[in-house]
């Protein structure tokens, strides 16, 4: 579903991925590991068209359309989700409203007004662990970080992607978060085969999610991948074994 061929990426002069390759097949979980530092975060933005991220090498293809000719709207509509690591406030919008706007603009041929949307939004939020009354309160404005990945989870849940990036969504998170968190992209793997790529740098994460592969990425590269025994190789020596 998602192949990145080659990926370089620069930004303020610098080259935070290098010839990046990577391939998530339709229902798969890739994670992503590295040290902070390490190109996660830029790869992301470049995954979804921040113009600060240039592309200068290399190819992305998203169920064999070229990604990267794509404007991040249009790549969105596609069915590509990020969950940011630092969600930004955006007062004056509330999450009721931006959750409605962006439903129709997913599904243009139903318009769903304020009235016949407002249920859906109370179940998207409550599901997400988030009271009915964030419905009126502006986008993460005096959210805690928690309720900044729960909101997060809700805005996955109403749109339904078919891959979902998830960039370090487990921190902020207490126990009991973090179990709803992974119950609900278990749901949505299992529900419509949304395939999933983690970003972390953290392992407790992966000891409650479901993962095909993992992947350690090291000044902009991946340079080792393989199944849940890289994790035992981590907990040893930590990523200075790579570097």
């Not at 390490?38 to 064999?64: D, M, N, Q, W």
């Not at 304020?114 to 109370?122: Q, T, V």
């Not at 009354?133 to 109403?158: C, D, H, M, V």
């Not at 902020?172 to 973090?178: C, V």
């Amino acid at each position: 579903m998602l192949r990145i061929s080659n990926l370089t990426v620069e930004v303020d002069g610098k080259k935070p991925v290098k010839n990046f390759s990577l391939k998530v097949g339709r229902g798969e979980s890739h994670a992503l590991l590295g040290p902070n530092g390490s190109g996660k975060s830029s790869l992301c933005f470049a995954l979804l068209g921040h113009p600060r991220y240039k592309i200068t090498t290399g190819s992305v293809e998203f169920e064999g359309r070229d990604l990267l000719k794509m404007t991040t709207d249009e790549r969105s509509r596609h069915g590509l989700f990020l969950g940011f690591q630092h969600p930004r406030e955006i007062p004056g919008m509330t999450m009721g409203n931006f959750l409605r706007r962006t439903i129709n603009a997913h599904n243009p041929e139903q318009h769903l007004g304020p009235a016949e949307f407002y249920p859906l939004a109370k179940d998207f939020l409550e599901e997400a662990g988030l009271e009915e009354n964030f419905i009126g309160r502006g986008i993460n404005e005096g959210f805690s970080g928690g309720e900044k990945k729960r909101a997060e989870l809700a805005q996955l849940l109403a749109l339904r992607p078919k891959l979902a990036i998830l960039d370090e969504i487990d921190s902020g998170l207490d126990f009991d978060a973090l179990e709803r968190m992974t119950n609900l992209v278990e749901r949505a793997r299992n529900e419509y085969r949304m395939g999933l790529l983690l970003i972390t740098h953290y392992q407790r994460l992966l000891k409650h999610l479901r993962v095909e592969k993992l992947h350690v990425m090291i000044e902009g590269q991946i340079v080792e991948s393989g199944g849940k025994e890289l994790l035992e190789k981590l907990e040893e020596k930590g990523y200075q074994q790579w570097k």
